[in-house]
């Protein structure tokens, strides 16, 4: 018999991502913590009422990991509070995952060592992570690495910006991938690498890796003549199935980001056209700090998500 799908959204519990973003934007790095307890609550009560089964946590610096301390911001959480909160998750049905974004474009988490990408120093700190955070899971069975958009069109607005291409990016993340395989945890990552790179992506990709294409336009009928092939704005969604052609175990990935229904959208797409044995679930990513000024935005997202959860069940 099949396993259930999984149904997932991101919550962040860090939003430090973009690492010297100019100005005042929402994305600028923070030193103090950006989420707020009473809407964290809410939102996940609220997932666990409309059918959600699945939490993916965004820790970065919001944990004051014992391994590495100087990477939390101000207000981080404690690793008794962390532990505290896995249970009260768990006790309403949702399956806590980490995810700790490894990519070079989103890691000002990591701090000074967002300067240090694929120096000795920086693996031993990833490693070091992935471990704490697999012990703090009691053992997840997935385990989120990021590994997105790292191209130097998505930091062209960074004051710093570095990218790993060719075979180092394929090392590193082979590196990531053995971390988390040693704590038992599955790897799961980003495939926007494919959109880019499609021959050397199904040829190198271990099909261990859990995939999660995204994908928030509107539109779902982009030409799918000639794939795999590199993809343009608006047909992002093809790599769904390039990596369903390609035999790839797949979470899809919607978003309220730009359209509101566009999970919900994700969702007909994909049961449609994918093999019901290589999709596992679907992910919805609202892409907003968890405080008080998104509360809408975030309701918005779970409620599209609800209608795709009822419509299926």
Known sequence: MAEPLIWANLLHLSYNMWLDTPGESPISYSPDLRCDDDLWAELTQRMADVGFTMIVIDLGDGVRFE????????????????????ARLRALGLEPIPKLNFSACHDAWLGEYSRMVSTKIYYEVCTDLIDETARLFDGPRLFHIGMDEEAASYQANMEYAVMRQHDLWWRD????????????????????????????????????????????????????SGRPRELGHGEHHLTYLDLDDHGYDQIPTGSNWNVGDNFSRTVDFCTERLDPARLLGFLQTPWKA????????????????????????
């Open 173 to 224: 993340l082979q590196l990531f991938a053995d971390a988390v395989d040693r704590t038992g945890a599955r790897p799961w990552i980003w495939s926007d690498h494919a959109w880019r790179h499609p021959d050397s992506y199904y040829e190198k990709m271990p099909q261990r890796l859990l995939q999660s294409n995204w994908y928030y336009q509107p539109g779902f009928t982009a030409d799918e």
């Open 67 to 86: 391994s590495h301390p100087e990477i939390a911001v101000n207000g981080a959480w404690s690793l008794d509070r962390l532990g505290e909160e896995l």
């Open 290 to 313: 968890t405080i008080a000024v998104n509360r809408d935005h975030h309701l918005e997202a779970i409620d599209d998500a609800a209608k795709a959860i009822k419509a299926t069940s």
